[in-house]
């Protein structure tokens, strides 16, 4: 295969990720921008693979590790991609995240292991000082995004005793001090590597990176886990966009900078969701504070409730509800009953919308694409920015698994979450909450608007309350 065919293999190939990012900025477009990057990535696996086959002069051998590695890998996606839920989604891209950072410090070794196999120096002489800086960036960025990936992975799962994994902040005296320190030796070891070609240097910076994806990961509460989803993936494309520089591939250097560059402006827009510094974000400076100052300090007190009924009775006679979707609504996946419900309210004249926190859920998105799966018309879905000032003359707000994105302990100063943007659910005329019981959300912060009087506590499963009162209004 000749270069000219490769590079505008490669070049198409770049145009439909454009193309796919373009497309995934907004539901109605999705679709289509997931074709776009199904086509754009089987082209430049394929075009690699054959010349991978081309380098290796066609042997046997190396046609058959080419084709093990798509094999394996594709189908393992495809089963993940078939099998997963949508409340284990944000883990599955958590785990997506880990393996490309896992993947760039494999290339990384191998390439500082055996450079005359990549075409980075011929047999016996020294790696370019240019090259080990590529090397020494992409290996160490990987090892960050590798093990900060698995301390997210254990964060978002929830389902693990050990204690780096729990939801629950990881904190300890001199801890960003220790992060300092640990980064510039590590970068101090990659510049030695560099200027010197000291294998031992490039190993202990790597082993240091690692412990610093740690590090950076355990001190982030519960809350802000759909920030570091985000970061992680801007992460990992770095790490990518790295090695392809080390490796003169053009098709890893414009896949990883885009997705490098869209995972970075989706956390900065993400933090100015969540009032966060983006800064502190990517140092790992930021959250925590939230589950340990509300840690214990719930007191029991009473609250409204009533039945699906009743809900059902208030949600009758309203003019306009405002549906505010969450967690706990993607835990029952509940998504089609609500669609189900709202169908109905609006066969009785009642205006219908649905409120969109940026970061409801555990990933960015997530809400959007619960949604998007119950086929809910994209004109009913309205982000934070633009609904919030119609709560005000909302007849109900029927919230259903939401809490920390809800909750009015963000305008209150010495909160955690002071300065986080809230849906303003507060300000409907009558709110309707659904949960499973009362415990405190992610943020682990007890929730003011749940002992309103205006608020009515509906407990129990989202889908079974919500098939409930769509009964009831039937």
Aim: glycine residues 12%.
């Amino acid at each position: 295969m000749s270069m000219n065919i490769v590079t505008l293999l490669y070049l198409f190939a770049s145009v439909c990720f454009i193309q796919a990012l373009k497309g995934l900025s907004h539901p109605t477009t999705s679709i289509r921008g997931n074709v776009f990057g199904m086509i754009g990535m089987a082209i430049a696996m394929l075009t690699t693979a054959a010349l991978i086959v081309e380098i290796s002069g066609g042997k046997a051998l190396g046609m058959a590790w080419v084709l093990l590695g798509l094999v394996v890998g594709g189908g393992y996606g495809a089963y993940r991609a078939k099998t997963v839920e949508m409340t284990k989604m944000p883990e599955l891209v958590a785990f997506f995240h880990s393996m490309i950072g896992l993947a760039a410090v494999f290339i990384a070794v191998a390439a500082v292991a055996e450079p005359h196999a990549f075409g980075i120096a011929a047999r016996g002489e020294p790696i370019p000082t240019g090259n080990r800086l590529e090397l020494f960036l992409g290996a160490a960025i990987g090892a960050i995004t590798f093990s900060g990936s698995v301390i997210a992975f254990g964060k978002l799962s929830g389902t693990y005793k050990f204690r780096l994994f729990q939801g629950a902040p990881v904190q300890f005296a001199g801890q960003h001090k220790l992060n300092l320190v640990l980064g510039l030796v590590t970068i101090g070891l990659g510049l030695v590597f560099m200027f010197t070609g000291n294998w031992p240097a490039f190993f202990a910076m790597l082993a240091l990176a690692f412990v610093m994806g740690v590090l950076i990961i355990i001190p982030i509460g519960g809350a802000d886990m759909p920030v570091v989803v985000s970061m992680l993936n801007s992460y990992s494309g770095w790490a990518a966009a790295g090695i392809g520089f080390s490796l003169n591939n053009s098709m890893l250097i414009i896949a990883g900078s885009l997705v490098g560059s869209s995972g970075a402006i989706l956390s900065y827009i993400m933090c100015k969701a969540m009032n966060r510094s983006f800064f502190n974000v990517i140092l790992g400076g930021f959250g925590g504070e939230a589950g340990a100052a509300a840690a214990g300090s719930a007191v029991q007190r009473n609250v409204k409730s009533g039945s699906a009924d009743d809900a059902a009775f208030v949600l009758g006679n309203a003019e306009t509800v405002v549906i505010v979707p969450g967690y706990g609504l993607a835990v029952a996946r509940a998504q089609h009953a609500v669609k189900e419900l709202a169908a109905k309210l609006t066969e009785k004249g009642i205006t219908v919308k649905y409120a969109i926190h940026p970061v409801a859920g555990r990933m960015p998105g997530h809400m959007n694409v619960l949604l998007a799966e119950a086929e809910v018309p994209y004109d009913q879905v309205f982000e934070m920015e633009d609904i919030n000032g119609e709560f005000g003359q909302a007849d109900v707000a029927i919230i259903l698994g939401a809490n920390d994105v809800v909750n009015p302990a963000a305008l209150v100063k010495g909160s955690p979450i002071y300065g986080m943007p809230i849906l303003e659910a507060y300000k409907a005329k009558t709110v309707i909450v659904n949960k499973r019981s009362m415990a405190a959300g992610y943020a682990g912060l007890d929730n003011e608007l749940f002992y309103m009087d205006k608020t009515m506590m509906v407990f129990g499963d989202a889908k079974k309350v919500v098939e409930d009162m769509g009964k009831a209004i039937e």
